[in-house]
């Protein structure tokens, strides 16, 4: 349902917040690259049908788990300072209808703002909409815009301007990253305005997740003037809380305090200066060298090693970036459910954590629904390792020696090491069969691309804000992206049942039916859910936070 697999955050946050695949998703329709998100991602995304409210203010980590800073100023903030960040530079242009890049999506957001933002725990929280609430059971949406709020120019920000933003995603000459997102939900000529303050989204059919969709978990969905011609940092018009003064796509970029933010009193900053740094290394060296104060995209197993050292605070948060190792329902020896359980038993999963996430990701359970997705069934057994259990079902499926080939591309790599040696430890031999990511995500998408037609693989998903846009593509019968080729009746219909449920206690009936269906059958083993930090300099500022998507929200920030 969103761009692609690969255009959210995977385990290195460096590319975007898509879909499955990374840089070559960005060729295919629809698709875009892994940089968090995630949207990446993905992307962006569960369970609002009532008027929602709520504060702009951070919660604690998702999972219950400590973070290790607060992530809004305690006391009296301080204001002015300016906030030095490193990034990678944008690999394409800074374009909010078309940028897919962690980079760009950060510039964005210091500029721009959205409906509805998603916080580090998934919660929607109201920004330039004040309210949202169904009608025709979930056919319709209704959104009610924040009064006052102005663009940074002076224009004030009313419902044309929403639905200029929408409907210039939706047109395909546009070539919007966020497209795909809408796909079967909502269409060209679904969105209409009911006076200046009012904006109305005709759906396909009912989705009651509807409004993560155009939230901050599709991260395209940035509200624009309705003149907005793409040439953002050009004319870089938006609600945020920046103003976006110098743009220089090898240097960096120079923000001021944006007088006419619409929140009183923020953002506390007087500004925020992002230098680009060629590679994850001289990033890391400028943070340990003080020559900046913050990272917009950390990777765990860099600045891990930094907790506590020299005053750096390195967040974490749980995140809904996967990647699937995919086995084919209709080809031997996988077409046996036993020998797809055998390999689901056989992996140690909290081993895969700390050796490919550094620990930080959350343990999955062969099913679509992160813990951070409200609906997540809380009540299917966490799945372990169990070599008894693993040679019991290979018996039973008739399998005397279990070898077979595992397909992917370089991201994936140290994953697909892991598999192999944990694999080997219970007698199953495993061929890796690197790819190009050209190769990997080449081919006739329809035929024979090897991300979706081989034996057994590895792809990485970015981030989603809802759970249908796995479930939908990946899993559901003829799903766009389904490799394994699963085809479940029981599925499908829960699935279409789970997205029109018009409250919580039937949503999360029909997630049990889906998950438990997923974690039995296992067309997907989904060993860990990723997780995202953000270093940054506690002893010169508080309120930097790590997110999911690896969005950036500096509102908040303030010197210490």
């Not at 210039?168 to 795909?180: G, H, V």
């Not at 976006?244 to 619409?262: C, H, I, M, Q, T």
């Not at 061929?431 to 979706?452: A, C, H, I, M, V």
Request: charged share 20%; net charge negative.
């Amino acid at each position: 349902m969103q761009e692609s697999p690969h255009s959210a955050p995977r385990s290195t946050p460096r590319s975007t917040p898509g879909g499955p695949g990374g840089e070559v998703l960005s060729r295919l329709p629809g698709l875009s690259r892994r940089v968090f998100l995630g949207a990446a991602g993905g992307a962006a995304l569960t369970g609002l049908l009532a008027a929602c409210a709520g504060d702009t203010g951070d919660t604690a980590s998702a999972g219950g788990g400590p973070r290790t800073a607060p992530a809004s100023p305690p006391g009296t903030p301080k204001t002015g300072g300016v906030l030095r960040a490193g990034s990678p530079p944008p690999p394409t242009a800074v374009d909010p209808v078309t940028m897919y890049d962690g980079s760009a999506i950060a510039i964005v957001q210091l500029v721009a703002d959205y409906l509805i933002w998603l916080d580090r725990d998934f919660k929607l929280v109201p920004r330039l909409a004040e309210k949202w609430e169904p009608e025709e059971g979930g056919r319709r949406w209704v959104f009610s815009l924040r009064e006052g709020v102005t663009f940074s120019d002076g224009t004030p920000l009313d419902a044309k301007a929403v639905k200029a933003t929408f409907d210039r995603l939706l047109d395909p000459k546009s070539k919007s990253a966020a497209a795909a997102a809408f796909d079967s939900v909502l269409a060209e000529g679904g969105i209409g305005v009911r006076g200046d303050s009012t904006v109305v989204f005709t759906l396909e059919r009912a989705f009651s997740d509807f409004p993560y969709l155009v939230s901050a978990g599709n991260y395209n969905a940035v509200i624009l003037k309705a003149d907005y011609a793409g040439d953002f940092t050009a004319k870089p018009v938006g609600t945020g809380p920046f103003l976006l003064e110098s743009y220089d796509a090898s240097s960096g970029a120079v923000f001021k305090r944006n007088p006419k933010y619409w929140e009183p009193g923020k953002p506390y900053l007087d500004g925020v200066r992002i230098t680009f740094y060629a590679d994850d290394q001289a990033d890391l060296l400028a943070l340990q060298s003080g020559e900046i104060d913050a990272q917009i995209l950390s990777r765990p197993a860099l600045v891990g090693p930094l907790k506590g050292l020299g005053g750096t605070v390195v967040d974490q948060v749980q995140g809904t970036g996967l990647t699937a190792f995919t086995l084919r329902v209709d080809q031997a020896p996988f077409d046996k459910k036993e020998v797809r359980q055998a390999i689901a038993y056989a992996l140690d999963r909290p081993g895969v954590n700390a050796g490919v996430y550094d620990g930080i990701g959350a343990l999955g359970n062969d099913h679509l629904f992160a813990a951070l997705f409200p609906a997540a069934p809380p009540d299917v057994p966490q799945r372990a390792k169990d070599p008894a259990k693993v040679a019991s079902l290979l018996a039973a499926a008739g399998v005397e020696k279990l070898s077979f080939a595992l397909t992917y591309d370089p991201p994936s790599k140290d994953y697909a090491l892991t598999v192999q040696d944990q694999l080997k430890q219970v007698g199953i031999e495993v061929e890796l069969d690197q790819r190009t990511s050209g190769d990997f995500y080449g081919g006739d998408q329809e035929k024979d691309t090897p991300w979706l037609f081989t034996q057994a693989n590895l792809v990485g998903w970015a981030g989603r804000a809802v759970p249908s846009q796995f479930i939908i593509p990946m899993v559901k019968s003829g799903g766009v992206w389904n490799g394994s080729k699963y085809a479940n009746p029981a599925l499908d219909a829960a699935t279409d049942a789970y997205d029109s449920a018009a409250t919580d206690e039937e949503r999360g009936t029909q997630a049990a039916i889906i998950a438990k269906a997923l974690h039995e059958d296992v067309p997907v083993i989904i060993a860990v859910w990723s997780g995202t930090v953000r270093a940054y300099a506690g002893e010169r500022f508080t309120g930097v936070a790590a997110h999911p998507s690896s969005y950036v929200d500096f509102s908040s920030v303030s010197r210490l």
